[in-house]
């Protein structure tokens, strides 16, 4: 493989080149590792600092859909729905013993349903589809996104309105 081909290269280009002694390259690795922690750390920080209340409206919404005997129903693309995973994983197994499992899907971890819906109707349809078939009025929605205007999740959140004439409490939220 030459040196243009190694993948390695684009992404940590100063420890190609000269030769390095060992010593040297792991001291540049770890302070690359530092870095990208501590950006990390900034970013929740600041995520936390300016959307503490939107995240309390949040859990009290969550909890209303739970005491009104509602689902939980999450979506997201790509990372985005490994979150809106984990996020319906912690009502269905709650790590705090004791507690009872609460309803909440991840409509994001159904390949076929997925996959059959991108494939013949298109991919903005997988969540409305979902959403179309599962939820009822007093269920609630949560989306997962980066850009916060993924077609596929806006048309999941316009389906969902339509429960709200009759119920309130679904969909009157998302979080991202």
Same mark, same amino acid.
């Given at each position: 493989?030459?040196?243009? +081909?190694?993948?390695?290269?684009?992404?940590?280009?100063?420890?190609?080149?000269?030769?390095? /002694?060992? %010593?040297?390259?792991?001291? @540049?690795?770890?302070?690359?590792?530092?870095?990208?922690?501590?950006?990390?750390? /900034?970013?929740?920080?600041?995520?936390?600092?300016?959307?503490?209340?939107?995240?309390?409206?949040?859990?009290?919404?969550?909890?209303?859909?739970?005491?009104?005997? !509602?689902?939980? $129903? @999450?979506?997201?693309?790509?990372?985005?729905? &490994? +979150?809106?995973?984990? $996020?319906?994983?912690?009502?269905?197994?709650?790590?705090?013993?004791?507690?009872?499992?609460?309803?909440?899907?991840?409509?994001?971890?159904?390949?076929?349903?997925?996959?059959?819906?991108?494939?013949?109707?298109?991919?903005?349809?997988? $969540?409305?589809?979902?959403?179309? *078939?599962? *939820? #009822?009025?007093? /269920?609630?929605?949560? !989306? $997962?996104?980066?850009?916060?205007?993924? %077609?596929?999740?806006?048309? !999941?959140?316009?389906?969902? #309105?339509?429960?709200?004439?009759?119920?309130?409490?679904? &969909?009157? =939220?998302? =979080? =991202?």
């Amino acid at each position: 493989m030459s040196k243009t +081909d190694d993948p390695l290269q684009s992404l940590y280009p100063f420890l190609h080149g000269e030769a390095k /002694d060992t %010593d040297a390259k792991n001291a @540049t690795l770890l302070e690359s590792v530092r870095q990208k922690a501590q950006h990390s750390l /900034d970013i929740k920080q600041r995520f936390f600092t300016d959307n503490a209340q939107a995240l309390i409206n949040v859990a009290h919404a969550v909890a209303q859909v739970y005491h009104h005997k !509602g689902r939980i $129903f @999450t979506m997201g693309n790509g990372g985005s729905s &490994c +979150d809106a995973a984990h $996020f319906a994983v912690e009502f269905q197994h709650p790590v705090t013993t004791g507690r009872p499992a609460l309803p909440a899907m991840a409509l994001c971890v159904d390949t076929a349903m997925i996959s059959a819906v991108s494939n013949d109707i298109g991919v903005e349809h997988i $969540f409305l589809r979902q959403i179309d *078939a599962h *939820a #009822r009025a007093g /269920d609630g929605l949560v !989306g $997962f996104s980066t850009s916060g205007n993924s %077609d596929n999740l806006m048309a !999941g959140f316009r389906k969902a #309105r339509e429960f709200a004439p009759h119920h309130h409490r679904f &969909c009157r =939220w998302r =979080w =991202w």
